[in-house]
Structure formats: C-alpha cells, structure tokens
C-alpha cells in the first residue's frame, strides 16, 4: 500500500507543522545515535571490519557501492511508500545499518591516520553546522526547493559515473570531487528540508526523516574525506 491523498504539511494548521517537524528531526536525532551505536558495534569487530576494508581494494568497491545501493533502495521504498509503520521503521533500521557498514573502511582510515577522534569530531562538528544552516535557510525563507530535484539528479549521477570511472580505470577523482559532493550534499539538504513543507503528509514523519539522514550522511561522508585528505 502506498500513501496517496496526503495534505502537504505546509498546508496544515501552525499546531500540526510543529508535531509534524519535532516528530521528523527526533527520528532524524535517533538515527544518528544509532548510526553512532551500530557504527560502534561494527569497528568492535575484526571480523566485520577486516571484511568491509577488504571491499575496498580494487574494483570490490564497485561490489559494496551496488550492495549498498540496492539495499538503500530497498529501504527507501520501505520506508516512503508502505502505510505500514513496522515497514517504514524497518525501512528505516535497514538504511541506518547500511550506512554504518559503508562507513566501517572511512572511519577506520580516520582513526588509523590520527590515532585517535580528532578528524571524526571535526568532520561533525562541520557536517552538524552546515546542515542547521541550510535548515534554517530552507525553513525560514520558505522557499520551494524543488527545481533543485533535476540538478540534484544528473549530478548524482555525473558523480556515480567519476566514482566507476575512477576504480575502472584507476584514476584518483581528488579534492575537488569531494568538494563538490559537499555542494551537492549541500543542495540535497535543502531540497529534503523543503521536501518536509511541500512534499510529505503528516503521518510521513519517518520518510522525512530517512530523506533528511541520508544527505546529513552525504555530508559527513565528504566533509570527512577532505579533512583526511590535509593529512
């Protein structure tokens, strides 16, 4: 079953929006710790992480960003189309613990480089600053940030192809490339944040949520990059 019908949040009374906008961003919070704690749990096990560094040798990277991308998917659609709260919040769970697994080799190589937090706290402390930033933008200006869909589009699509293009023919895509995926990451916050005004239904909460995560975790994933590559 799939929601059709929903009224737009922007649309509901002034009481309605903010049950709607706490219950998205304390799901949004609840996320990110159990990003945290999962994350935690996957690096305290050699047998995990010796696994998801060995995906990143060679052209194996290509098999873990298919994997990851079929599951995100799949728990995208969970988590978006299913009326059934179970399904959203398993939609949800699966997304959480896909991108804790893809994180396992970059925050390994973080940790490895420092010998310690530092970069980690950086990157969040960064990723967390910008992300209130374009919230605030995107809420108090009130703007529609729809159009922003196409550009997004083609340039996740532009950086898919670099990224193959890269393990197949073994070419480093550099700094600039995560700079850029900074602005993209960018421009999908904002266009998730207007997604929660124009787009969702108030019993979405969790949709908004999981839209809202993944560009947060776009963000600490090239925010972090960069900060490694000073090193």
Do not use: C
């Not at 706490?22 to 749990?41: C, D, M, P, Q, W």
């Amino acid at each position: 079953m799939e929601y059709t019908n929903q009224i737009a949040v922007g649309h509901l009374s002034e009481v309605q929006k903010l049950a709607f906008y706490k219950k998205t961003y304390s799901h949004l919070a609840i996320g990110v710790l159990a990003f945290i704690l999962v994350e935690y749990l996957f690096l305290s096990s050699e047998t995990i992480t010796r696994f998801a560094l060995s995906l990143i040798e060679g052209r194996m990277w290509l098999l873990m960003l298919g994997g990851f991308m079929l599951v995100t998917n799949i728990a995208e659609k969970m988590a978006v189309n299913s009326v059934d709260r179970n399904k959203q919040y398993l939609g949800f769970g699966l997304y959480i613990i896909a991108e804790a697994f893809i994180f396992v080799p970059l925050i390994y190589i973080a940790v490895y480089k420092t010998g310690s937090l530092v970069l980690i706290k950086q990157a969040a402390i960064l990723t967390l600053s910008l992300f209130a930033g374009l919230t605030m933008v995107a809420m108090y200006s009130k703007q529609d940030f729809s159009f922003l869909r196409r550009f997004l589009t083609i340039g996740f699509w532009i950086a898919l192809g670099l990224i193959v293009a890269g393990l197949l023919f073994g070419f480093n895509i550099g700094l600039w490339f995560s700079v850029g995926m900074v602005v993209l990451a960018s421009g999908s916050i904002l266009y998730q944040t207007s997604n929660i005004i124009y787009r969702y239904g108030e019993d979405q909460y969790v949709a908004a949520a999981l839209g809202l995560f993944a560009s947060l975790m776009l963000l600490f994933w090239y925010i972090l990059r960069i900060l490694m590559s000073r090193k």
